[in-house]
C-alpha cells in the first residue's frame, strides 16, 4: 500500500504566468547559504585536524645504501618505519607514509600503511629518509 499525501494545491491551478511572476518577484533563493552551516562544520573539523597534526620537517637525504639497509631491518624485523619522500608539496611539507615494509620488487618496495589495510609501492629513488620504529 502506497501512501499519497494530497496535494494542498494542484499544479494545474496556476498558469505558466503566475508562477513565472513567484519566482522573478516573489520567491528569494538563499542560495548557497541554505548549505554553508552543513559545508563549514565538516570544513572546519578537518582544519582544525589538520591544525593538530604537527607539520613534517625537512629531514637531510639519505644514501641509497643507507635507505637500503634501513629498509631492510625494518622487513625483517617488521618493524614500522616513517618514509620520507622527495617529493614537497606547496607549503614545503614532504609528503611522508608510516607503516611496515611488507616487500622489494626490482627498484621499488612495498610498504603496508599504518593507518589503514592499503598497501603502496614506493620508489626507491623517490625516498629522501627512513626512520625505524619511531613515530615523529
Known sequence: MVYKKPLKYNPDDFSE??????????????????????????HTSALNQEKDQPAAELLPRQSADEISSRLFQS?????????????????????????VVVGYYENEVGLKLAESEKTLQ?????????????KR
Open 75 to 99: 622487513w625483517q624485523s617488521r618493524r614500522p618505519v616513517t618514509i620520507q619522500m622527495q617529493e614537497i608539496d606547496g607549503d614545503q611539507v614532504p609528503q611522508e607514509f608510516r607503516g
Open 17 to 42: 504566468e503566475a508562477i513565472q511572476h513567484f519566482f522573478d518577484y516573489e520567491y528569494q533563493d538563499r542560495g548557497m547559504l541554505k548549505w554553508q552551516g552543513f559545508f563549514l562544520s565538516d
Open 122 to 134: 614506493l620508489l626507491l629513488e623517490e625516498i629522501r629518509n627512513v626512520n625505524i620504529g619511531q
